[in-house]
C-alpha cells in the first residue's frame, strides 16, 4: 500500500468510527509523521447567508446536546491529512457517510450522547452547516473546487450515498425525502418534522397495512434553490426509480405543511411562485403569483402532475392524532387568461400552473420532480407527497432549545408518518396507485374531503 493510501485509509477510518463510538484522538495529520504541512492557516473565510447563522451560540449548543460536536471539531485535522483533490474527496465522502449514518443511529435511539430528544433533526442540520464552513476555512496547499467538494459531502451526509435498500424477498421498497429546517430568521430553534421522520425511518423494516414487510430509505434535502437548480432532487431519486436491486417500488415526498393536519397534495405544479418568502439561503426564486417561473433546467413535463398514492386507502384509515386529507386545491392561470385563479378542484386543460396543493415552493417543488422523473422512469409506480403539521411547542424562553410538548409532537408526527407509509405502500392491483374502493373500478379519481385552504400568510410549506 503507497503512503497515500495508508493516509487516506486512516482519515477515512477515522471518519467511520465516528458513527459508532467517538475516539479518543483523532487520526494524526499526515505532517507529524513526515514534516510537511499539507494546509496553511486556515483562512477567515466569507460565509454564505446560511452558514452566517452559526453566530449565534445556539446552533452551536443543539450540535453539542445532539452529541455530534466532535465532527466538526475533528474533521479541519481530518482534511490536513490529504495531499490532493481526489483524496479530499473521498475523505469528505467518508465524513458525509459517517455523520449521516451517526445522525440516524442517534434518531433510532441506538447511539448515545447529548441530551436531546433522538428524534431531533437539528443536530444534524448545524453540525453539516458548521462542518462546510470549515470546508470554506481550510487552505490546502494544492487547487481544489471547493464548490464540488461541498456538494459532495453535502450529497454524502444527507442520505444520497451509501443508504441502498437491503435486498430481501417479497419485502417492499419505501424511499422518501424530509427537509431540512427553514424560517430560520425568525426562529433559530426551528426544526423540520420531515427531516426528523426521514432520520427515524430511514433503514426501518416495517409491516404495512395487510400484514407484508417493507424497508424505507430517506434522505433530507436542503431548503435552498441552488441545489434544486444542481439536480440534488434526481440525483437523489434516480437510482430508486430505475430497474434493478436499487429500485424503490413507492416514492413519498415529505415536507412541513399547514398547522394541525396531515395533507395528501393531489397536484404538484411546474412553477416556482412563492416570493417574496426566501430559501435557507436568503435567495428568491424569481418567481410569483402573478409571474409564476419555471426553475432552470427543470425536465420536459406536463403543468401539473397527479398523485397516483392510493389516497382513499389514507384518508379512511389514518386519521389520529392529526387528520389526513387530500387536497386538491391549485392555483392556475387558465388557457388563454393572464390573472391567477384558486381552484378547489384540480387544474383545467390547457391552464398554466401557478401553485400546485402545496404552494409555489420548494416543497411543491420536489413532489413536481421527483414525480416528473417517476412518470418518466417508472410510470407505473405509487408516488405523491405528504405535508405534516407544523411542530409546535418550542419553550417561550428563547435560550430553551426543546421541551415535553415539542418532543411529545415531533414523536408523534413520525409515528403518523410511518402509519400514512404503512397504507400507502400496500401493493394494489389496477391502477397505479389507486386502492381497492369502488371509485377506482370506474377509473382513478380524488376522494371528496373537507379541505379549506390557508391564507396567504400561512402558505409557505416545506
Not at 425525502?177 to 423540520?192: H, K, T, V, Y
Not at 392555483?331 to 381552484?343: H, L, N
Amino acid at each position: 500500500m503507497t503512503p497515500r493510501m495508508m493516509v487516506l485509509r486512516r482519515a477515512a477510518s477515522a471518519a467511520a468510527l465516528l458513527a459508532t463510538v467517538l475516539p479518543v484522538a483523532v487520526a494524526a495529520p499526515a505532517h507529524a509523521a513526515d514534516g510537511a504541512s499539507a494546509c496553511r492557516p486556515p483562512a477567515p473565510a466569507s460565509l454564505d447567508p446560511e452558514q452566517s447563522r452559526l453566530a449565534d451560540a445556539r446552533t452551536t449548543a443543539l450540535v453539542e446536546r445532539g452529541g455530534l460536536g466532535d465532527f466538526v471539531r475533528r474533521l479541519p485535522a481530518a482534511l490536513c491529512t490529504t495531499r490532493g483533490p481526489a483524496e479530499a474527496g473521498r475523505l469528505l465522502d467518508a465524513w458525509g457517510e459517517a455523520l449521516w449514518q451517526a445522525s440516524v443511529r442517534r434518531a433510532q435511539g441506538q447511539r448515545p450522547g447529548g441530551d436531546l430528544a433522538p428524534g431531533d433533526d437539528r443536530p444534524l442540520y448545524w453540525a453539516r452547516l458548521a462542518m462546510t464552513a470549515d470546508l470554506a476555512r481550510w487552505q490546502p496547499r494544492f487547487t481544489v473546487d471547493r464548490a464540488a467538494l461541498r456538494a459532495r459531502f453535502e450529497d454524502a451526509s444527507r442520505g444520497l450515498t451509501g443508504n441502498a435498500f437491503r435486498t430481501a424477498p417479497g419485502v417492499r421498497r419505501i424511499f422518501i425525502s424530509g427537509f431540512d429546517p427553514f424560517g430560520l430568521d425568525a426562529e433559530i430553534r426551528r426544526a423540520n418534522p420531515s427531516g426528523s421522520a426521514a432520520l427515524q425511518l430511514n433503514g426501518r423494516r416495517v409491516t404495512l397495512a395487510d400484514g407484508s414487510q417493507a424497508e424505507i430509505r430517506a434522505v433530507v434535502l436542503p431548503v435552498r434553490y441552488a441545489d434544486f437548480d444542481a439536480g440534488m432532487v434526481e440525483r437523489a431519486f434516480a437510482p430508486h426509480l430505475a430497474a434493478g436491486p436499487a429500485a424503490a417500488d413507492v416514492i413519498t415526498t415529505v415536507s412541513q405543511g399547514y398547522p394541525g393536519i396531515f395533507t395528501l397534495e393531489d397536484w404538484a405544479g411546474r412553477a416556482r411562485s412563492a416570493d417574496p418568502y426566501p430559501d435557507n439561503a436568503r435567495a428568491l426564486s424569481g418567481g410569483t403569483r402573478e409571474h409564476p417561473v419555471t426553475a432552470p433546467g427543470l425536465g420536459p413535463g406536463p403543468e401539473f402532475i397527479r398523485t397516483t398514492l392510493p389516497a382513499d386507502a389514507v384518508t379512511a384509515a389514518v386519521q389520529s392524532p392529526y387528520p389526513v386529507l387530500l387536497n386538491s386545491d391549485v392555483t392556475e392561470i387558465p388557457a388563454g387568461g393572464t390573472a391567477p385563479v384558486d381552484r378547489t378542484d384540480g387544474p383545467t386543460p390547457g391552464s398554466r400552473a401557478v401553485a400546485g396543493g402545496g404552494g409555489g415552493y420548494l416543497s411543491n417543488e420536489v413532489a413536481y420532480r421527483s414525480n416528473r422523473l417517476r412518470a418518466e422512469l417508472a410510470p407505473h409506480l405509487p408516488g405523491g407527497h405528504l405535508h405534516t403539521p407544523v411542530l409546535t411547542g418550542l419553550p417561550a424562553d428563547p435560550q430553551q432549545l426543546t421541551g415535553p410538548e415539542f418532543e411529545h409532537n415531533e414523536s408523534a408526527i413520525t409515528a403518523q408518518v410511518r402509519a400514512v407509509l404503512e397504507h400507502a405502500a400496500v401493493r394494489h392491483q389496477g391502477v397505479p396507485g389507486c386502492d381497492a374502493s369502488p371509485r377506482c373500478a370506474a377509473g382513478w379519481q380524488p376522494a371528496p374531503v373537507a379541505y379549506t385552504r390557508p391564507n396567504a400568510a400561512s402558505s409557505k410549506t416545506n
